[in-house]
Nanobody, 125 residues
């Protein structure tokens, strides 16, 4: 099993920045990739960013490209999501997820096996 704990959410204004962190514990060697997803009331989880561990490939949802950056610290089993130039539409509960399959669809929340509890990000205009 893998446990994920996010932190770093909060209430900010349009144009501000936030940095989310996700610490993995447990069977971390089984993780083949990680992702960040956002959810708002009444909507499915929306892909924000992801990484495949085998080659370090990064993936971003179009609306966050150029503003959000995902990174990782392997020694600390931690991934980050640096969010700059935040907009009101970035508001939501951000969750990190981990996959343990050899291949997985990085964009689909159904492909991930483990989830954190989520952290609220609210961007006020």
């Amino acid at each position: 099993q893998v446990q994920l704990v996010e932190s770093g959410g909060g209430l900010v204004q349009t144009g501000d920045s936030l940095r989310l962190s996700c610490i993995a514990s447990g069977r971390t060697r089984s993780i083949t990739g990680m992702g960040w997803f956002r959810q708002t009331p009444g909507k499915e989880r929306e892909f924000v960013a992801g990484i495949r561990h085998n080659d370090g490939s990064m993936y971003y949802e179009d609306s966050v490209k150029g503003r959000f950056t995902m990174s990782r610290d392997n020694a600390k089993n931690t991934v980050f999501l640096q969010m700059n130039s935040l907009k009101a539409e970035d508001t939501g509960v951000y969750s990190c997820a981990a996959a343990d399959s050899a291949w997985f669809n990085v964009y689909s929340y159904r492909a991930y096996d483990y989830w954190g509890q989520g952290t609220q990000v609210t961007v006020s205009s």
